[in-house]
């Protein structure tokens, strides 16, 4: 069968871009970040004219989520990422998995009719796409020859997009609804978070529960401004916050760094503390307390398992830890001392953690 043609395909669905990093002769400093594909991704899916998703559980944002052309992220599953991509003609997976999943949700791959491309420089990768057409190579670099082989055509159509809501994440939150138990919500405090932080500011997320509230109270609109876990395993981001705080600091680029990381997920490498006290790194960590495993109830909930136990963690003095590893630390509920709070953190010369009690929500998984 022949290749469908970019230029006469009537929908395209451009998705899952996930940059490698451009030379380094193209770079202002050495090891530019991976998200300096952006302006190649931009460029292509404009020339296209078409919608952008990201990778399910993307580990990094892969487009500006403020760009008209900007889908959100898809689901981590068969069924409903299939779903989503009804109605197109091509997928063209760019630097990322095919695909990502979460939960079992069974059906078909892709929907009837629209044929998968895929581009990654990782023939692991590549070998074990379960669908699709795969090329081995540079994923930015593709990009580029792609636009190159479009030339000067143009979209029959460049209707804007609305907004997605919760851009990278998967779904909508289902927490609107305000709580009953004095607390504060996640998506409050996010929102008091996102109106102080400096530009530039370098948000490093595990905090599963509340995925669709920071997505929507924090747009990822600058390159190289985002990071989470790949895999999905706990633990990651509160060591990989305190390296990218160093790197930071060594390069001179001194970007605040901030990482949100649920009470549950705190645990898993907490020692991390330690060597960002001894490093003098000035790390914001904020630690939503909801006193619960939440997103093991949410998957509980999708598998119809009620009533699992070991799922509720009270009893956690996330104050008292952080302070016996040497940073800063407060329990806060107000939001006008948070926004102090966080403001004054990123000129000390040594962590800050705030501990902040959250309502307990159980949002959908997928």
């Given at each position: 069968m022949a290749a469908p043609s970019l230029r006469t395909c009537s929908v395209a669905a451009f998705a899952l871009i996930k940059s490698r990093a451009a030379p380094t002769t193209r770079a202002p400093w050495?090891?530019?970040?991976?998200?300096?594909?952006?302006?190649?991704?931009?460029?292509?899916?404009?020339?296209?004219?078409?919608?952008?998703?990201?990778?399910?559980?993307?580990?990094?944002?892969?487009?500006?989520?403020?760009?008209?052309?900007?889908?959100?992220?898809?689901?981590?599953?068969?069924?409903?990422?299939?779903?989503?991509?009804?109605?197109?003609?091509?997928?063209?997976?760019?630097?990322?998995?095919?695909?990502?999943?979460?939960?079992?949700?069974?059906?078909p791959y892709l929907p009837a009719g629209l044929r998968l491309l895929h581009i990654s420089d990782d023939p692991a990768e590549t070998a074990r796409a379960p669908i699709g057409d795969s090329l081995l190579g540079d994923p930015v670099?593709?990009?580029?020859?792609?636009?190159?082989?479009?030339?000067?055509?143009?979209?029959?159509?460049?209707?804007?997009?609305?907004?997605?809501?919760?851009r990278m994440a998967p779904h909508g939150s289902g927490a609107a609804k305000a709580p009953g138990d004095g607390r504060l919500t996640a998506a409050q405090v996010f929102g008091a978070l996102n109106e102080i932080r400096p530009a530039n500011t370098i948000l490093v997320e595990e905090s599963p529960s509340n995925l669709a509230d920071l997505h929507a109270a924090w747009p990822i609109t600058e390159p190289d401004t985002f990071y989470t876990f790949a895999s999905g395993i706990l633990g990651w981001n509160l060591p990989a916050a305190v390296g990218i705080a160093l790197a930071e600091r060594d390069s001179g680029r001194n970007r605040p760094v901030i990482t949100i990381i649920g009470d549950g997920s705190f645990q898993y490498s907490i020692q991390s503390l330690w060597t960002a006290a001894q490093l003098r790194l000035p790390i914001l960590?904020?630690?939503?307390?909801?006193?619960?495993?939440?997103?093991?109830?949410?998957?509980?909930?999708?598998?119809?398992?009620?009533?699992?136990?070991?799922?509720?963690?009270?009893?956690?003095?996330?104050?008292?830890?952080?302070?016996?590893?040497?940073?800063?630390?407060?329990?806060?509920?107000?939001?006008?001392?948070?926004?102090?709070?966080?403001?004054?953190?990123w000129s000390k010369s040594k962590p800050t953690v705030l501990e902040i009690p959250i309502s307990a929500q159980v949002p959908p998984l997928i």
């Open positions: 050495a090891a530019r970040a991976r998200g300096q594909g952006w302006d190649q991704a931009v460029a292509f899916a404009e020339a296209l004219g078409a919608p952008v998703w990201a990778a399910p559980a993307s580990e990094r944002a892969p487009f500006p989520e403020n760009h008209p052309l900007y889908s959100g992220g898809l689901p981590f599953a068969i069924q409903p990422l299939s779903k989503k991509l009804e109605g197109h003609d091509v997928a063209l997976v760019v630097g990322a998995p095919v695909f990502r999943y979460y939960p079992y949700v069974p059906g670099l593709c990009l580029e020859a792609l636009k190159q082989l479009l030339g000067d055509c143009r979209p029959k159509t460049t209707k804007a997009r609305e907004t997605v809501p919760h960590i904020v630690v939503p307390k909801n006193d619960e495993y939440c997103i093991l109830k949410s998957f509980a909930v999708l598998e119809e398992t009620p009533g699992v136990p070991g799922l509720d963690i009270p009893g956690f003095d996330v104050v008292s830890i952080a302070k016996g590893y040497g940073c800063d630390a407060a329990r806060l509920h107000d939001l006008e001392a948070i926004k102090k709070a966080a403001v004054a953190a």
